[in-house]
């Protein structure tokens, strides 16, 4: 049995591990939204995920650097992201300034049926870094979606946030071990992985 460390796909394949440089990239927020702040989908180290989404916030608006927000709204009486309730709102810490993107999906992958491709298009940068909510799902179904889309994605390790999940036996997984591993996975093949704001070069 080999006792060699792992390599991720992106390292056998030959890909770079160098983070992008925010003055050239494009930021996405992805639904810095109020339901997982105080609504029916609390997440474990939520808060102190938006306080380092609000560092980045602040060093790519000093640099006016690109930044979309991305709100995910479901149908009207949904129990979780209903359009006609507060929760949908994006928190008070993280709010678009005026001019700033903001695209609405429905799906996981922010790309879905949404303007996304649209706006980084007219924006005409294949360089992302991506962080918000949650890891497991729209974090990681963008983050692989702009990959395939030929982007180089960057995502923030703690500018994201999950929850514990059920284990189907009964059991329950814990929130860091769903953030542990789907950051993994997305290390492997889709982007590079940097543990808070302040790795990502100027």
């Known amino acids: 049995m080999s006792t060699a460390s792992p390599q991720t796909l992106r390292a056998l394949s030959g890909a770079t591990e160098t983070p992008s440089s925010l003055k050239q990239s494009v930021v996405i927020i992805i639904d810095a939204q109020k339901e997982y702040q105080n609504g029916a989908l609390p997440l474990v180290g939520f808060r102190e995920a938006v306080d380092e989404i609000g560092r980045l916030l602040a060093r790519a608006r000093a640099y006016g650097v690109p930044i979309i927000h991305v709100v995910h709204k479901a149908k009207p009486g949904a129990k979780v992201f209903d359009p006609e309730k507060p929760y949908v709102e994006i928190v008070d810490a993280l709010k678009p300034l005026p001019g700033e993107i903001v695209v609405e999906k429905r799906f996981?992958?922010?790309?879905?049926?949404?303007?996304?491709?649209?706006?980084?298009?007219?924006?005409?940068?294949?360089?992302?870094?991506?962080?918000?909510?949650?890891?497991?799902?729209?974090?990681?179904?963008?983050?692989?979606?702009?990959?395939?889309?030929?982007?180089?994605?960057?995502?923030?390790?703690?500018?994201?946030?999950?929850?514990?999940?059920?284990?189907?036996?009964?059991?329950v997984v814990e929130a860091k071990v769903v953030q542990t591993a789907n950051l993994a996975a997305l290390r492997d093949r889709f982007a590079v992985v940097l543990k808070d704001q302040s790795f990502l070069p100027e």
Request: proline share 3%; aromatic share 4%; with cysteine.
């Open 108 to 171: 996981p992958d922010s790309f879905t049926q949404t303007i996304l491709e649209a706006e980084l298009q007219k924006l005409g940068r294949k360089d992302l870094v991506i962080v918000g909510f949650m890891t497991h799902m729209c974090v990681s179904s963008t983050t692989r979606g702009a990959a395939e889309r030929g982007y180089h994605c960057n995502v923030i390790a703690a500018a994201c946030a999950t929850r514990d999940l059920p284990s189907g036996d009964g059991g």
